[in-house]
């Protein structure tokens, strides 16, 4: 059975109760306003919940089809169906073109009403789901969602975000990993063609004889395999925006077509004479130094300016290593949700461990480790055992006066070094060989430097 709020907005009483005990009959919950000004109001006050409004055309303070503006402003995810007691062609032809969802007659079946009505219930309901979905992509891909607050990356968001609102080009540089995408659909969701495509391209992740085509699109015939008319990427991206990541990659040939859609909005297929038009932002990324490049002769130098009319550096991890710790409990948390676990944290000396390292996967590589570490961890901590190998650092060889040292502190350090070497550092193990319980262990370690 159906279910939702409708309001009815009819000077007839009669009509308007009679038509409101149909409706609830289906499971509708239906408010009632007897003019314009009490239905705005009503409306007004209950926009989140309404689905459908059913309005009469004449109305003692005002006319349906003028209304339906106000209607659709008060509550812009409802449908509207329009009442009239006399319908004539020409007003129900002007009320479907200024957004009604149907011009009905007084009159007719109650069944047809009720078919109408869950029809506009179920695409006002879709609309809500969209709306909904649309805002939680907006967040996901928002600057508020980066997860951080190192001087570096806030200076890097803050740079984004004045670009954002503009139609300018923007360049992310930064090494691999650091988040360059996330910047580019950051800037995308910020920007005023955020309902329109958002479109990723890795220039490194296609065969070089294939980036062309698949950029621009081609005629049938351009090539041999060429069956069928295909669209490029960037008529993909019309109206939104396209980010082109590790953008070093073009060939010099790209690079000059690439130079005209930036100059006037406009391409060539492959196989075509014409022109095509396509109305893209474009963001750009590279991990490499493009004015070396272009000095160099291995980018062209006209199309480094017209990229970097505004660039962001993007900040590796080692950057802002003080964003270690928040990233690594978040990464903790998603991978524990995705894998069904409780895991409550890190251990003190895992957490050390992973700001000492040298994260040259930035934060790709961290977010990595922590998805191995939430599957291997055995308890509802992650410990150092539960981190790869190259996070396990071992003591150095005993020197030569602790060789011929054979006091019995002297011996234990010696033994626990030899068992930690011996078992990959695998405190777990090593402290069940040496028949001692993993805290002693640790605290052994730590007194004695290993």
């Known amino acids: 059975m159906p279910s939702g709020t409708l309001l009815i907005i009819d000077d007839e009483v009669t009509l308007r109760q009679a038509t409101s005990r149909i409706l609830e009959l289906e499971g509708y919950t239906v408010l009632q306003a007897l003019d314009a000004r009490r239905g705005l109001e009503t409306l007004r006050q209950y926009a989140e919940d309404v689905l459908v409004v059913l ?6 303070d005002g006319y349906g089809l003028d209304l339906l503006p106000r209607y659709k402003q008060a509550a812009p995810l409802a449908e509207v169906i329009l009442l009239t007691a006399y319908g004539t062609i020409p007003d129900g032809v002007r009320a479907m073109k200024e957004g009604a969802f149907d011009y009905l ?34 967040l996901q891909y928002s600057f508020e969602s980066m997860i951080g607050h190192s001087a570096a990356l806030e200076q890097a968001k803050k740079l984004a975000q004045r670009a954002a609102p503009t139609d300018s080009t923007v360049l992310l540089e930064g090494p691999t990993g650091s988040g360059k995408e996330l910047f580019a659909q950051a800037i995308h969701q910020a920007s005023a063609r955020r309902s329109k495509p958002f479109v990723a391209v890795n220039c490194s992740a ?15 015939g351009a090539f041999t395999g060429a069956l069928t008319d295909k669209k490029g990427l960037l008529e993909e991206a019309n109206g939104g925006t ?3 990541d590790e953008i070093g990659e073009l060939e010099l040939n790209v690079q000059a077509k690439f130079l005209r859609v ?11 004479t014409k022109p095509t038009s396509a109305n893209v932002r474009l963001v750009a990324a590279t991990n490499r130094n493009l004015r070396q490049e272009a000095e160099l002769g291995h980018f062209r130098p006209d199309l480094y300016y017209r990229l970097s009319v505004f660039t962001v550096p993007v900040p590796g991890l080692n950057e802002r290593r003080e964003d270690v710790d928040v990233l690594a409990n978040y990464f903790l948390q998603f991978f524990a949700a995705k894998l069904r676990r409780r895991l409550r944290g890190l251990e003190p000396e895992a957490l050390d461990q992973l700001r000492r390292h040298d994260w040259r996967g930035n934060v790709r590589e961290l977010k990595n480790v922590l998805e191995r570490a939430a599957i291997l961890a055995d308890g509802d901590t992650l410990t150092t055992d539960d981190l790869p190998a190259e996070f396990h650092h071992f003591a150095p060889e005993p020197t030569a006066d602790e060789a011929t040292d054979r006091t019995l502190r002297t011996m234990e350090k010696r033994q626990i070094r030899l068992v930690l070497q011996e078992t990959g550092g695998n405190k777990m193990e090593a402290a069940r060989q040496l028949g001692i319980g993993t805290k002693t262990l640790y605290r052994k370690i730590q007194e004695y430097g290993l």
């Open 262 to 272: 930036l100059e006037s909005q406009q391409f060539t297929k492959l196989g075509d």
């Open 55 to 60: 309005s009469d055309v004449k109305l003692p």
């Open 105 to 138: 007659t007084k009159g007719d079946s109650d069944d047809q009403l009720v078919v109408v009505v869950d029809r506009a219930a179920e695409k006002a309901r879709l609309q809500r789901r969209v709306n909904d979905l649309e805002k939680k992509v907006g």
């Open 206 to 220: 296609f065969p070089k004889d294939l980036l062309e085509s698949e950029l621009f699109g081609y005629r049938k």
């Open 242 to 244: 396209l980010f082109l």
